[in-house]
């Protein structure tokens, strides 16, 4: 079993930035994928970011050039750095944690992130 627990959402005005952070505890072994989704209001849960163990990273191509994902392996966290926010970030977002051999994953509880226009 693995809990995540996310902090850092909050109301934050157009260009802003804020940084939200999610920490993995239990059986984390395998876990190689962490990332962030969000789902906004009405719609689906679309991914933001992902970043794997060693490094590589992924973005939606609407976040590119102003979220930063980054990971601090010893303390199972990983970072969403979101500069140059727009009022259509606003969503929830949720922190993920996947084992691509044991094709498991588990969700946070979700931060909501409102960008004031």
């Known amino acids: 079993q693995v809990e995540l627990v996310e902090s850092g959402g909050g109301l934050v005005q157009a260009g802003g930035s804020l940084r939200l952070s999610c920490a993995a505890s239990?059986?984390?072994?395998?876990?190689?994928?962490m990332g962030w989704y969000r789902q906004a209001s009405g719609k689906q849960r679309e991914l933001v970011a992902t970043?794997?163990?060693?490094?590589?990273?992924n973005y939606a191509d609407s976040v590119k050039g102003r979220f930063t994902i980054s990971r601090d392996g010893a303390k199972n966290t990983v970072y969403l750095q979101m500069n140059s926010l727009k009022p259509e970030d606003t969503a929830v977002y949720y922190c993920?944690?996947?084992?691509?051999?044991?094709?498991?994953?588990?969700w946070g509880q979700g931060t909501q992130v409102t960008v004031s226009s």
């Open positions: 993920n944690i996947r084992s691509i051999m044991l094709n498991k994953d588990y």
């Open positions: 239990g059986s984390v072994f395998g876990f190689n994928v």
């Open positions: 970043i794997i163990s060693g490094g590589p990273t």
